[in-house]
């Protein structure tokens, strides 16, 4: 199963932008990449997913490589809210066990 | 929109015991998805339901099992419980069962094996 490799954990300054990088260099073709984000005591919520463009939403922007062997989600403008572990996950369409959430980024926010 | 529930939020339960779980999705979807996260780790997927029949499993022993009733609504049964069956136990809702959709998770429930 491809599987996905990110830093244990980064830090960012309230309203500055944050970039979480994730290495994917096993992705196959039909694989999309996700990113959820589980906030403390809650369960994982979604927060972007890609093919092959750059992708953007009212939450964050999703830099994907042009060869897809890695992809970086931005947070444009970070709050003490977006404290969470992000997961970079890499879903294929039609086989749904190789959802693999790995242990993620932990991002500490200082105000 | 309630969001995806589940019941208890607690749970404790000795060795060998049996326990039950349970899981309401988000209005209009369909499927319903089972993950185990152990203290400090990612969720890990144990598996999926869609139409009253699970359609995809992950690696976990036939001691998990489940069901899903007609409105959608899903269990998740542990027989012969481990002490390292303590977890954080998380269902998630979508529509349809491609693992491009997104997922809707519930809040959990804590179980603790003593």
């Known amino acids: 199963d491809a599987k996905t490799t990110q830093p244990n954990s980064m830090e960012s300054n309230e309203e500055e932008p944050v970039h979480l990088p994730c290495n994917h260099s096993t992705i196959s073709g039909t694989d999309y990449i996700h990113w959820y984000r589980q906030l403390p005591s809650q369960g994982p919520e979604y927060v972007i997913h890609g093919l092959t463009s750059n992708v953007n939403n009212r939450m964050a922007s999703l830099a994907i490589a042009e060869d897809r062997k890695s992809s970086t989600l931005i947070l444009h403008r970070a709050t003490l809210r977006d404290a969470a572990v992000y997961y970079c996950i890499l879903r294929d369409e039609y086989n749904f066990n190789k959802f693999y959430f790995g242990s993620g980024t932990k991002l500490n926010v200082k105000p | 929109d309630a969001g995806v529930t589940q019941s208890p939020t607690h749970l404790i339960k000795t060795r060998g015991q049996q326990v039950t779980l349970r899981c309401s999705p988000k209005?209009?979807?369909?499927?319903v998805s089972w993950y185990q996260q152990a203290l400090g780790q990612g969720p890990q997927f144990i598996f999926q339901?869609?139409?009253?029949?699970?359609?995809q499993r992950g690696n976990f022993p036939d001691r998990f099992s489940g069901h899903q009733f007609p409105n959608y609504s899903s269990e998740l049964n542990v027989n012969a419980l481990l002490l390292g069956d303590s977890a954080l136990y998380l269902c998630a809702s979508s529509f349809g069962t491609s693992g491009v959709n997104e997922q809707f998770f519930g809040p959990g429930t804590r179980l603790t094996v003593l």
């Open positions: 209005s209009g979807h369909d499927t």
């Open positions: 339901y869609y139409e009253e029949e699970e359609r």
